[in-house]
């Protein structure tokens, strides 16, 4: 068995098959400023009390502080909830985007059956758990009820292997992944990443990954935890490792398909306009005329990522013709950059640097593109109207990448700026 069937699998008392349709308790829901107001609606249709208040995790990350009425009465209708429910965890004071949130709050271990009113749930896989995605309507009625149901997947067996290059990342790889695989072609299955350039990776890299496995139609997206992710957890949770439920595919596990990368020789990637899986190396789209450029979101706005663009940036100017948005994943980064210097970096450079949380990602807040205009962004999704205008572009890359072209202000491979 692999991962994903041995957690429901532990979870049912039984082995689970794929296609099977299974109900099953989850240990944990989350649902943000934008997806709780619809699940709570339907919630005070069924019951009048959440069926757990501690295992129910709520935060204010996509449109923090509310820009309009609207999101202002979203946020109200939140925090009514969370003191008729006495909801013990909600985060709705600027902590953070809930996807980096949850982890740093200790709300994240292996084994674990997680869900959220959000499709990038799946990022919690990079700790060894099962966690996904699902609408207002399923996850009013885990608020109820503590279960719901799945199909269990079939799995894709997706290994890495290769030392990446200096300016290379994560976010390099899963997008020449996502361009191989298609946005379509995992469709409903578990991605699961193995390899040694997995196990080499850091947390936050492999969040990264384990982020933008929707991004290719997955259920969810799994790793088995590596060294570096058990003593984040347990630094977290303060549980010790024999207190975590680790587990780890079998090696005559049976997968849908199983595919091998080498990425010794990967190039930066490029995610052209429309749609995620049009990926392209960095030479080839090199020269692309920019208006902004964004670095954060839950894909990237990690520690590792301000001191990658950091690092181009300190001691040059961004273009004038580009607004450059600077938008750390969480409060506790935002203090850290603070520290290391990188937000000076940036503000000396002629960045905005705001407060942490979605911001422009989704085209809402803080960084809206207006008709005829191109954006390039460390961000997950590059779809028609994402950030914006139906008529704006997005261009999805790396920090490095995105820190050099908004100093030339077109696309620029950052060896051409250090």
Known sequence: MNITEKILSNKLGREVIPGEIIESEV???MSHDGTSPPAIKTFETVSDKVWDN????LVFDHNIPANTIGSAEFQKVVRNFIKEQNIKNYYTHGEGICHQVLPEMGHVEPGKIIVGADSHTCTYGAFGAFSTGMGATDIAMVYATGKTWFMVPE???IE???KLNPGITSKDVVLNIIGDIGIAGATYKTAEFCGETIDDMSVG??????NMAIEMGAKNGIMEPNKATIDYVCQRTGKTENQLKIFKSDKDAVYAKELLYNVEDLEAQIACPN???NVKPLSKVEGTHIDQAVI????NGRLADLKQAADVLKGKQIHD??????IPASREIYLEALEKGYIETFIKSGAIVCNPGCGPCLGAHMGVLSEGETSISTTNRNFKGRMGDPLSSVYLANAGVVAASAINGFIENPENII
């Open 296 to 299: 954060g979101s839950c894909t």
């Open 160 to 162: 890495v292997e290769g």
């Open 155 to 157: 799995a894709l067996k």
């Open 275 to 277: 749609d995620v899986d």
């Open 321 to 326: 013709d580009v607004r450059l948005i600077v």
């Open 27 to 29: 240990d944990l829901v």
């Open 54 to 57: 501690e295992k129910i995790v």
């Open 205 to 210: 890299d492999r969040m990264t990954i384990t």
